[in-house]
């Protein structure tokens, strides 16, 4: 799966679990809302587990780079997007080769001599006219190391601060779960003390036939 794609599904699974909660709270609903809950703290896990999958596998990336930076150098006269990738990467980190200048020997044989190795025009440090006067001696090995570091390092702080956030929204969910169930339960109580004090005035309210059966009578017997 393509990082695009990645990002897309996450998006879609937040979505969802948004929507738990929003239509939780609206209903008023104390399994919706403790639904988005666990599902929050179900994000929070996977998050956790990817940060601590990326610190593992931390010393892994210089291995990545070099193993991907040679394949590039490799196919960058075959191929227009390897091409423009070492060149965007060389120009703007000012760099050349992976450890230096001298990883393009036998990239392009053609153009070398017994005594000179053939770099492209993006190891070129400063230009005197059409020839290019002084290259760029560092390797790009060591700075795009750093620049990956600093971008995980921010990733991760990035990252940090939106499960603080989680953890947050974990902790009033339930909470909310909490204050709808007792909302819940106070209005059933509130609704059972209406009946019980409804039926009551309904008894109270009831006309007494025993005295309607002896003005009846009484009525009767003046009459005779």
């Known amino acids: 799966m393509s990082i695009p794609s990645l990002l897309v599904a996450v998006g879609v699974v937040m979505l969802v679990v948004a929507i738990f909660g929003a239509i939780g709270a609206f209903r008023e609903s104390t399994l919706l809302t403790n639904i988005y ?3 929050l703290s179900l994000v929070f896990i996977l998050e956790i587990s990817a940060a601590i999958a990326g610190f593992v596998l931390q010393g892994q990336v210089r291995e990545m780079l070099v193993r991907t930076m040679n394949e590039s ?4 006269a075959k191929y227009d997007s390897a091409n423009t990738a070492i060149d965007f ?5 000012e760099c050349c080769g992976v450890d230096g200048p001298e990883d393009w020997v036998g990239i392009f044989p053609q153009k070398e ?3 000179a190795v053939y770099v492209p025009e993006s190891c070129c440090a400063e230009l005197d006219g059409l020839n290019c006067s ?3 001696l560092s390797g ?5 190391h750093f620049v990956i570091g600093q971008s995980a390092m921010m990733i991760a702080t990035g990252a940090t601060t939106v499960a603080f956030v989680q953890i947050l929204g974990v902790m009033c969910a339930f909470m909310l779960a909490k204050t709808i169930r007792r909302t819940k339960s106070l209005r059933a109580a509130k609704r059972w003390q209406l009946h019980q004090s409804l039926g009551i ?3 109270d309210d009831k006309p007494d036939y025993e005295d309607y059966t002896q003005l009846d009578k009484s009525v009767t017997y003046n009459t005779n």
Do not use: I, K, P
């Open 201 to 203: 005035m309904n008894r």
């Open 89 to 93: 990467m060389q120009r703007s980190l």
């Open 134 to 136: 002084e290259y760029f």
């Open 73 to 76: 150098l490799g196919a960058y």
């Open 140 to 144: 790009c090995l060591d700075r795009m």
């Open 113 to 115: 001599t017994s005594d």
């Open 37 to 39: 809950a666990c599902l």
